[in-house]
């Protein structure tokens, strides 16, 4: 057989019934060695590789659903699909499947698979039943169609018989026409039957029968039967509402008849299963998968249609973009780009990908820009969606969009800042789109997705950008709500704990938490950068004032944040801590939390315990200089006792390395005078210490240790030369042009002065050496 390819995407339908992209490929049908029959294969167009290996089983039901697509199950709860970019690639591939099978391709469905213990008893039946009869479509037949309907439900085999006899003879549209009349005559016990009818043919689950059942002139009357569940007093008014109150919007006129009426069908379908039918958790885990697999593939082919009139999109953000259209027609507009973004989450990558260049390309981003500035709510709201669905796409987009308006806007019509001021001024009590915003925020600043190889100058490029134009933007409620330290010391004096938070709210607070939590993040990531601007604002001195709030989780933000800045263990933080005193603040709330054991307790203690563990000493030398009298009471823990000895250790370490420091000196004042007498008969040294008898590693020694000496203390230890020597080992000018005395004297007379002593000492240096210190336990 021909190994004739078609270009198709695969899909499986996962565990949540919903359908996954498993790649692009060509489709053939070829006889398969190993698998010993005629096979579906496809092959990935990026690499070749295998997507698909498929058996064309005579048992399996394969069903062709709007002249693209292919769909069947291999096994229980394990459905595919194949959707064709054109229908005469999916009619060759239906023939291939039905010569297979034996089937005509005229049919859109083949046979159900047959479990073993009921094709058993489906062989035991009379050959009259493997047909089922369906009774008159009459109104006085309706119950016991009804009760036909109901029964099948429960066998697959039964399902699919009663599926194909619906199809024949138009049987579907003829009781679909016997509810007209029960509507007119006001028959109840009629309508009633028609609505367990019409719901027991949608749990069929069958393609072809929803293709009619949704079809223009059949639709209305199918969600009419719905209206009238037996259940009820009073019948729904479904129709009522998709026909006056639902509205159908054209932003701009669709002129492709096909196009929209595939919108009308997909809304009504989606109405169906969303409000009408009830949650599928209360019926069979299959029932609906066809129906969802129709709105699904309804989706993509919109997207696909209106991505490809260019003359549509175009006009749509030329109005978008326009000054002079109205807010109510660009609200429309806004809303219409939000439900195709959401659409598009329908499409394979690829085309995807293509999708948002394509909206990239028209200028969006400028569009967004201007509508998330406007005053209505639901047009901000509606942006900020929009926006997501970019970010998430692709970060680098957005950041190579924004670093360019400097060159062509002020800083406050800046996108990035359009999004902070709109996270800032957020009106909802909980802060819901704040949180969305400050997701996006995040990841549009997050290092790990700038590493792009094609554009290696990302990162810094727009990190400069963002902390230039962006982070006094960010900062601004921070600021505004702390008090300088400096302007409230009067009211520090006489009272143990201030609150200088204004105002203190909690919707103000869960603001600032929002905003330590993006710093925070930025501590970790950004390093140089937000190192810079919190020594050049005094961003901590200004953070942990929101240690006084009545909040206690924002006050847990702010000891997150010093945290995180203790945690890089940078001495430059360091410094800025101890030179500002900023452990003060932190100590005064563990004071004034007393003894009750929370969160704010354990999160304090935990911060010392991590000084203490790393041994960062020029904090514990501030700590203990400045706050162990208020801290040496504390006894529950440990930790303060660990940081006091942590503290002694290095005292002592400090003694000693000082003691020895003066027993060097005093070393060096013997060895001058040990010069001095050699030097009176230097001549005679030279001629019985020849160069050969000191090794060449000894002289190395000897001048290493010569160097630890001037390291050491500070002088400049003579070498044993004669007083009229070229220079001086510091490098200064000698003071005699006469040539200098032979290296071997300088050698010999070194070596001479070296104390036994010396290496014991180098053996007590490195024993209290930190880094060889076993660590103390808490």
């Known amino acids: 057989m021909s190994d004739t390819r078609r270009r198709v995407k695969v899909y499986t339908l996962n565990e949540d019934r919903q359908w996954d992209d498993r790649g692009t490929g060509h489709v053939s049908s070829t006889f398969v060695e190993r698998l010993k029959g005629i096979s579906l294969l496809v092959r990935a167009e990026s690499d070749g590789s295998l997507l698909l290996e498929s058996k064309i089983s005579p048992n399996t039901a394969y069903q062709k659903q709007q002249d693209t697509l292919i769909v069947w199950s291999e096994a229980e709860n394990y459905d595919l699909a194949l959707s064709f970019q054109e229908k005469a690639g999916c009619d060759e591939i239906w023939e291939k499947i039905c010569q297979v099978q034996g089937k005509d391709p005229a049919l859109e469905i083949t046979q159900d698979p047959i479990d073993e213990s009921e094709e058993e008893r489906f062989e035991e039946m009379p050959e009259t039943s493997h047909l089922v009869e369906l009774p008159p479509c ?64 949608l749990f069929l689950n069958k393609a072809a029968l929803f293709e009619v059942m949704f079809s223009d002139d059949c639709i209305m009357d199918v969600v009419g039967c719905l209206e009238f569940d037996p259940s009820l007093v009073q019948p729904k008014k479904h129709r009522e509402f998709l026909t006056k109150t639902a509205k159908f919007k054209e932003v701009i006129p669709i002129t492709d008849s096909e196009l929209r009426q595939k919108i009308h069908q997909t809304y009504r379908v989606q109405y169906i299963q969303d409000i009408i039918l009830p949650t599928p958790s209360v019926f069979e885990e299959n029932f609906l998968s066809t129906l969802t697999s129709f709105i699904f593939f309804n989706k993509v082919e919109i997207v ?93 987009m957005v950041r190579e969009f924004v670093m360019q308006e400097p060159q062509q806007t002020d800083d406050d019509v800046l996108l990035i ?20 915003l400050m997701g996006l925020l995040r990841t549009l600043i997050d290092p790990e997705n700038m590493l792009a190889p094609t554009n290696k100058t990302e990162k810094t490029e727009f990190l400069s950008f963002f902390y230039k134009y962006c982070m ?56 140089y950068h937000i190192k810079t601007y919190i020594m050049n604002k005094d961003l901590l001195r200004r953070v ?58 354990s999160a304090i203690i935990e911060l010392f315990e991590f000084i203490k563990v790393e041994d960062i000493k020029s904090l514990i030398a501030h700590i203990i200089d400045n706050y162990y009298k208020a801290l040496e009471s504390i006894e529950y823990v440990q930790t303060f006792k660990g940081l006091k000895g942590r503290y002694e250790q290095e005292k002592d370490r400090q003694t000693l390395r000082l003691n020895r420091y003066r027993r060097d000196a005093r070393t060096l004042d013997e060895d001058e005078d040990e010069e001095m007498w050699f030097n009176e ?11 050969e008898e000191f090794p060449e590693s000894f002289g190395k020694y000897m001048e290493a240790k010569k160097g630890a000496a001037n390291g050491t203390n500070g002088a400049n230890c003579k070498p044993a030369t004669s007083p009229t020597s070229a220079a001086s080992p510091n490098g200064s000018p000698a003071k005699s042009a006469t040539p200098p005395a032979t290296p071997v004297v300088k050698t010999a007379m070194v070596g001479l002065v070296d104390y036994p002593d010396d290496e014991d000492e180098e053996d007590e240096d490195e024993e209290q050496s930190p880094r060889k210190r076993p660590r103390l336990g808490s």
């Open 138 to 201: 009459e109104l006085a037949r309706l119950e016991e169609i009804a009760d036909l309907v109901t029964s099948v439900l429960s066998s697959p085999i039964r399902r699919e018989k009663l599926a194909l006899a619906l199809m024949s003879e138009g049987y579907m549209k003829k009781l679909l026409q016997l509810f007209q009349v029960c509507e007119d005559l006001d028959n109840r016990e009629g309508l009633h039957h028609l609505y367990e009818i019409v719901r027991g043919v």
């Open 544 to 601: 942990l004032v929101l240690m006084n709030s009545k909040h206690t989780f924002l006050a847990l933000c702010a000891l997150r944040f010093m945290r995180r800045i203790i945690g890089q263990k940078d001495e430059y933080y360091n410094r800025y801590i101890v030179k500002g005193n900023l452990f003060e603040p932190v100590i005064n709330t563990l004071l004034d939390n007393g003894t009750r054991y929370n969160l704010l307790n």
């Open 417 to 436: 800042n359009v999004v902070i001021k709109q996270m800032i001024c957020d009106s909802d009590p909980e802060l819901g789109g704040a949180v969305q």
């Open 681 to 691: 008969d230097g001549e005679a040294i030279e001629k019985s210490r020849p160069e």
């Open 472 to 527: 006094q933007v960010l900062t601004v409620p921070l600021l505004a709500s702390t008090v300088d330290e400096k302007n409230c010391k009067d009211l520090q004096e006489g009272s143990t704990k201030i609150n200088p938070v204004c105002p203190d709210n909690f919707q103000t607070a869960q603001l600032l938490a929002l905003i330590l939590e993006l710093l925070t993040f930025c501590v970790e990531h950004h390093t």
């Open 304 to 396: 696909s249609m209106l991505q490809e009139d260019e003359k549509f999109l175009t006009e749509v953000f030329a109005q978008l973009t326009d000054e002079a259209t109205e807010d109510g027609k660009r609200r429309e507009l806004v809303n219409f780009f939000k439900e195709f973004c959401a659409f598009s989450q329908t499409l394979q990558p690829q085309n995807r990908d293509a999708f948002f260049k394509t909206l990239a390309n028209l200028g969006i981003l400028p569009a967004l820009e201007i509508v998330m500035g406007m005053d209505d709510l639901q047009v901000r709201a509606a942006a900020t969606d929009i926006f997501s669905y970019l970010v998430e796409f692709s970060p680098s």
